[in-house]
């Protein structure tokens, strides 16, 4: 079982960063495929951005592509999402997920692909 506690959500003004963490459990994470997705009021949850084992593949939603960076530090189980340009229809709940694969695989837009959840981070940025 993988424990993941995500933190480093907050108010931001638009134009603003902030940098999510999600620290994992276990001595597993490094063999773990991670993403990210967030959850808007009245919205479903969506696909933000997701990373191999190693950090060398790496995929974004195109509404985030270019802002925002995914990226891991395997010796700290920890993954990270840095978001840059932040605007207010960034305003989400944002959750961390681990796939039991190493791989992204071609379905790593879904929630299906991933095993474990985070319980969430919120982010709120105000225009």
């Known amino acids: 079982q993988v424990q993941l506690v995500e933190s480093g959500g907050g108010l931001v003004q638009a134009g603003g960063s902030l940098r999510l963490s999600c620290a994992a459990s276990g001595r597993t994470f490094s063999s773990y495929a991670m993403g990210w997705f967030r959850q808007a009021p009245g919205k479903e949850r969506e696909f933000v951005a997701a990373?191999?084992?190693?950090?060398?593949?790496?995929h974004y939603a195109d509404s985030v592509k270019g802002r925002f960076t995914i990226s891991r530090d395997n010796a700290k189980n920890t993954v990270y999402l840095q978001m840059n340009s932040l605007k207010p229809e960034d305003t989400a709940v944002y959750y961390c997920?681990?796939?039991?694969?190493?791989?992204?695989?071609?379905?790593?837009?879904?929630?299906?692909?991933?095993?474990?959840w985070g319980q969430g981070t919120q982010v709120t940025v105000s225009s």
């Open positions: 990373i191999n084992w190693s950090g060398e593949d790496t």
């Open positions: 997920a681990a796939n039991k694969t190493p791989y992204n695989g071609d379905r790593y837009y879904t929630e299906l692909r991933y095993d474990y």
